[in-house]
């Protein structure tokens, strides 16, 4: 997860899931509806020096995951992109879109939670943008003051946009 080994990072890791655990999601997908608990229950085992937590999803949760009612994200991608936290976030936000429609800075920067400095803003995001052409498939157009990142497509978003097609005509890619 790029955190240390040391007691303060597992107390990251456990406020985190406590929240999740806590958390009251509702999520609409591919015409399924889910409201409620994400969680039904955490499972903190202990062996040793080996600690290890067993996340148990609702049964309601579990049918959102069947296959074609989510996005795969190319993890051989994201580990190139190594701990470069915006770059990784930006390559979730666009590889959640088989079409990413233009979006300005600042609503991206909303999207993202950045609350820094505009000229830090600017700089991390021309980072970011470099290190995601570096990936085979991927770029960026600036048009009329908004960006438009394409990618290479998941296996789920080819079914997806391949059903999409025949039922609604062309889907702009």
Do not use: C
């Amino acid at each position: 997860m790029g955190r240390g080994r040391g007691s303060n990072a597992k107390d990251v890791v456990v406020r985190s899931l406590n929240k999740l655990f806590d958390a009251h999601i509702a999520v609409n997908s591919t015409g399924k509806f889910f409201e409620g608990r994400l969680l039904t229950s955490l499972f903190w085992v202990e062996e040793g020096k080996r600690n290890y937590v067993l996340l148990k999803l609702g049964s309601a949760v579990e049918k959102l995951f069947e296959p074609g009612a989510y996005t795969t994200i190319s993890v051989s991608e994201r580990a190139s992109l190594k701990n470069q936290s915006f770059a990784l976030w930006l390559h979730s936000y666009a590889s959640s879109h088989v079409s990413m429609y233009p979006i300005t800075s600042r609503r991206l920067r909303t999207l993202a939670g950045y609350d820094g400095p505009l000229s830090r803003w600017n700089a991390e995001l021309k980072r970011a943008l470099k290190l995601l052409t570096d990936l085979p498939g991927w770029s960026y157009v600036w048009r009329e003051g908004k960006l438009k990142i394409s990618h290479p497509l998941s296996s789920t978003q080819v079914k997806w946009k391949e059903k999409n097609i025949h039922r609604n005509g062309a889907v702009d890619r």
